[in-house]
């Protein structure tokens, strides 16, 4: 079974304090060919979501902390 999804991705990132920063990121998946086979349909597609939604909504965070060497 295959499985075909567009997703856009929009983020910022800050520098906060000195090498630290903050990150967030928002990605919206829409799901354009969905798997379908006479005997089963499959629950949660890999790197999408799960099977039976249209479109999936995805929020990420993230703190890090720049070393210099």
Do not use: C
């Not at 295959?2 to 903050?22: D, S």
Request: charged share 15%; net charge neutral; glycine share 10%.
């Amino acid at each position: 079974m295959q499985a075909h999804w567009l997703e856009m991705l929009l983020g910022v990132k800050a520098e906060v304090l000195k090498n630290l920063y903050v990150g967030l990121t928002f990605r919206i998946k829409f799901l354009i060919v969905s798997p379908k086979d006479d005997y089963s349909t499959p629950y949660i597609i890999p790197g999408y979501g799960y099977g039976n939604e249209g479109f999936s909504l995805g929020l990420n965070y993230y703190v890090s902390y720049n070393f210099h060497f």
